[in-house]
């Protein structure tokens, strides 16, 4: 029987749906009141400790998010929904195997939900099995009309798997489900028609990591014929702009010019049919012309040179685990002949002055205006070390030796295992075994770069 106004489950639904409104208003503590009294009148009430758990974890307090989610299953245990949250949270706290229980609970209560599916998939995938993460996201597709961001994680777990094809087919998803990528402007996506003639507006989407790795597919694009103009972020202008064949580098506040088509950087690799095979060359950026960049001071005994970058920007939504601190680092003073400079930039730059590490590194960072500054930087050092940031890509695309150290489940762009990624041979990858072990990280860093300072005579 469908419950009846002013009995205990009324109430519930009723102060559920303010909650929601309050929510919905950017009010995340009146909307936890109301939660609250939700689950009061209906100790049962399934739906309450789910979005109790939602706001919590929003207010980035996941701790209390787990708790609510494990007192609704004590109350209602026959309810997949909250077993699916539970361990999609878990997995958050890298609680692994607490959240792989959780997750086959839930199927084995409801095999046909989808979300367990998928928040099975994610756990799969930060596992390092994108084999057994596609086959879940396969399954919740199946079950759901839902699909973008099934889609996108599958994207992501193909492409770390190198099945380019397919990968970059579902990486098209970007645009629904983050509709901030798409372009405003009234012009036609250019879907791989014939260019001779015509005219395209290729423009960047993400970050600046992003822009550097798909700005290989250029010269792709120009052998197709056709006047070429790129929009791209200020930090990059002076280092594209000498790129062969274009015919502008623009700001995105510059005046666009009249064009036929347009194009965003991160669908090249699908318009051009790019596949593991087929990756264009990793080294296409060379230093800007003119551009000389501040000095690197060597001083005597100085064998290795190299430039450091431990933190990416602060609103990347995975920076917390992709960024590590300085102090790990400092450990590399210790190597003989072994010199340190920092590239970073951004408010982590300070970290050298809070670490009292003024005498043990110098300064690069702050005299950089721009990307191109950093590439001329980067040709006066002898290696870089760096976290995965756009300085990452940078070296990368200059095919100047470097190590990156990567989160325990990094990007895609650095595939499922390997201390080498097909997107830039240069660069020597060191993984986390476990999360947040950048100690673990760092010893296997400390032996490869005495082992390279000895090597030079």
Known sequence: ?????????????????????????????????LLREAITHDPKFAEGYNAMAGVLKSAKRLPAAIAILQRGIEVAPTTATLYSNLGNLLWSDFRFAEAAAALHRAIEIDPA???????????????GDSGRAIECYDRALERTKT????????????????????????????????????????????????LSGRRLLLHYEQGLGDTLQFGRFIRGLLARGGEVHLVCQPELIRLFRPLPGLASVLDPASSMPAVDFQIGLASLPLRLGASLKTLPEAHYLSPAPGVDGPPIPKGPGTRLAVGLVWAGNPAQENDANRSMPLEPLLSLCGIQGVALYSLQHGPRAGDIAQAGARALVHDVGSALADMAETAAAMMKLDLIITVCTATAHLAGALARPGMVLLCHRPDWRWMDKGE??????????????EPKDWAGVMRQVAAAVAARAASIS
């Open 420 to 433: 080498t990624s097909p997107w830039y041979p240069t660069l020597r990858l060191f993984r986390q075994k």
């Open 1 to 33: 029987m469908p419950a009846e106004a002013g009995t205990p489950t009324e109430k519930a639904k009723r102060a559920y749906a303010a909650a929601m409104e309050r929510f919905r208003l950017r009010d995340g503590a009146g909307a936890l009141d």
């Open 147 to 194: 699909q973008v961001a099934i889609r996108w994680d599958r994207s992501l777990a193909l492409l770390a798997r190198g099945e380019f094809e397919r990968g970059f087919a579902d990486y098209e998803s970007r645009l629904e489900y983050r509709p901030q990528l798409k372009s405003s402007l009234p012009i036609p996506i250019w879907q791989g028609e014939p």
């Open 113 to 127: 939900q989808a979300a367990a599916w998928h928040n099975l998939g994610l756990l799969c995938y930060s596992l």
